[in-house]
């Protein structure tokens, strides 16, 4: 990945178009207040349910396999479940409101939440956590709001280290409000108008500042999409020689307001709140 290239590009993000035709295919699910969605190697959606306090699970062609949740601060409970991200044998729930990390099995089943100790002091502590994503070697990334700061858990929950505080000088994050991590374990957080980007130790790598004040993240797989409330922007972060990419559908309803996206296998997928809209990606 040439970060000098994408710092550029980034600058110009307003000014390409998706070249390839984006055809709607139809609509995925059904919502009160979705806040975030995940798709997962084995094409299973997550989506997290704020009105709710639920945990959706489903296929793409819509159909509901499972869902959890209702208000509470049980296990399989929630207050603002704002983020999700799951891999084929675990989902993460960014629990807002309980200031935890719920984690379960592929069929949701609670396994163990990664939780602040409010009697004590300690450095693993965190508050109104908004958004949370592993790595391939199964650490745990959680972005911390109150405290301003990324910090690192190992598999089963243990802490490990933080990063984007004070100690993290010119990478300092100010107002940090989501990170997605992409397959080489790279760190990618968006901070107001920044994308800051650090290595898997916390080290800063980049601070990239663009046009627009961006709502939300993903990577899936080497596909990066930045979105603001009715715009999506894409990058292909396997290849050296990508630009973002303006790849907002024409015929989108400008009534809606995006939530977040996913490109997957020639598939673009968006979140809003009561659906998924599907697209596929036609090579002209």
């Known amino acids: 990945m040439n970060f000098m290239k994408i710092s550029i590009l980034l600058l110009l993000l307003l000014n390409f178009n998706f070249a390839q035709s984006i055809i709607f295919r139809g609509e995925i699910g059904e919502f009160e207040s979705a806040s975030a969605f995940t798709l997962t190697p084995g094409e299973v959606f997550f989506v997290t349910d704020l009105s709710k306090n639920e945990i959706v699970k489903l296929d793409t062609l819509g159909n509901i396999i499972e869902s959890i949740g209702g208000y509470g601060w049980s296990s399989s409970t929630f207050d603002e479940p704002v983020d999700i991200f799951a891999t084929d044998l675990r989902v993460y729930v960014t629990d807002k409101n309980n200031n935890r990390i719920q984690v379960f099995d ?133 290849n050296p020689n990508s630009r973002f990419v303006n790849i907002t559908p024409n015929n989108l309803d400008e009534d809606i307001e995006i939530i977040e996206g996913i490109i997957y296998n020639r598939n673009l997928y968006i979140l809003t709140e009561t659906q998924i809209l599907h697209y596929t990606i036609i090579l002209e």
């Open 106 to 238: 592929k069929d949701i089943n609670y396994l163990f939440l990664i939780q602040t100790d409010e009697q004590t002091d300690d450095i693993n502590n965190f508050q109104y956590p908004t958004s949370c994503a592993t790595s391939i070697q199964g650490d745990i990334y959680i972005l911390d709001s109150d405290n301003t700061r990324i910090m690192k858990f190992n598999s089963e929950g243990n802490f490990l280290l933080e990063f984007g505080n004070y100690d993290s000088g010119d990478y300092m994050l100010s107002s940090p409000t989501q990170l997605a991590l992409s397959q080489d374990s790279k760190i990618f957080v968006l901070d107001e108008n920044k994308l800051i980007v650090y290595d898997q130790y916390g080290m800063g790598l980049l601070k990239l500042n663009s046009k627009i004040e961006p709502e939300n993240i993903n990577i899936t797989f080497n596909n990066l999409i930045v979105n603001t409330t009715d715009s999506l922007f894409y990058l292909n972060l396997q």
